[in-house]
């Protein structure tokens, strides 16, 4: 993945080397064979935080969108949000607010400045982040969106520190683990490995990002 001057590359300029590097990452999902039958859930993980997850997420999202799916990203990092912030959208409580039983989950989805995008913030967690996360409206809400999407995307905090990726990685299609060229550590790689293995979740891959 190479370096990205703005965060949302791939819409705003689709004809660039960063915007053909996600076109690659959606190529090779492409050929996972993971697509068809249904929305399939892919979450986004990494061992430390600021290896661009959110960024890479985002960028992907964009891209499949251009390919013709319809997508749903989900914000699930209720500690360090960001996608609400990516994807500019406000007036939503968030999935905070809908496994906390305050909102419908047909009320938490904002369509951002793409159609065929949805984007569910994170909202604000009044309980600890992987106990919401592990309440059964968790599976219900991917149930439902899988009705009505092709692919839903989830972004989630560091997990080595924290179990929240632990916690959901058993409800998705697969893993895909986001590390940043020089920066992310071997053991904390091989850490995230064998913990996101622990879960008997499919790891589909790395995505190494900023590699300049
Ligand atoms: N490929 C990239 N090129 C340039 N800046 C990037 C790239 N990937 C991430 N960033 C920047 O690095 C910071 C951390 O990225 P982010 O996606 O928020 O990481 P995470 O979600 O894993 O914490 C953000 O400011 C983001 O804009
Ligand atoms: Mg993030």
Do not use: W
């Not at 090779?28 to 997850?53: D, H, M, N, P, W």
């Not at 799916?69 to 607010?97: M, W, Y």
């Not at 550590?185 to 300049?212: C, F, H, P, V, Y």
């Amino acid at each position: 993945m190479l370096r990205l001057n703005r965060s949302l590359i791939a819409d705003k300029n689709p004809a660039s080397h960063v915007s053909e590097s996600f076109r690659s990452l959606r190529t090779y999902i492409r050929q996972l064979g993971l697509l068809g039958e249904g929305g399939k859930v892919l979450l986004f993980t990494s061992a430390e935080g600021g290896e661009g997850k959110t960024t890479v997420l985002a960028n992907l999202a964009v891209s499949f969108v251009q390919d013709g799916k319809k997508v749903a990203v989900v914000d699930c990092n209720l500690r360090h949000p960001g996608l609400h912030t990516i994807f500019e959208v406000e007036g939503s409580q968030g999935l905070a607010a809908y496994l906390g039983g305050q909102e419908d989950a047909k009320d938490i989805a904002v369509f951002g400045n793409l159609a065929n995008l949805a984007v569910i913030p994170a909202g604000i967690a009044a309980v600890s982040p992987p106990d919401l996360l592990g309440s059964d409206k968790m599976p219900q809400l991917l149930e439902e969106l899988k009705g009505s999407f092709d692919l839903i995307l989830l972004d989630t905090p560091p997990a080595v520190e924290y179990s929240d990726a632990r916690v959901l990685a058993p409800l998705t299609d697969g893993v895909i683990i986001v590390a940043r060229y020089g920066k992310s550590k071997r053991e904390a790689l091989r850490k995230l490995k064998s913990l996101m293995e622990q879960t008997g979740s499919r790891i589909l891959g790395i995505a190494m990002n900023q590699t300049d």
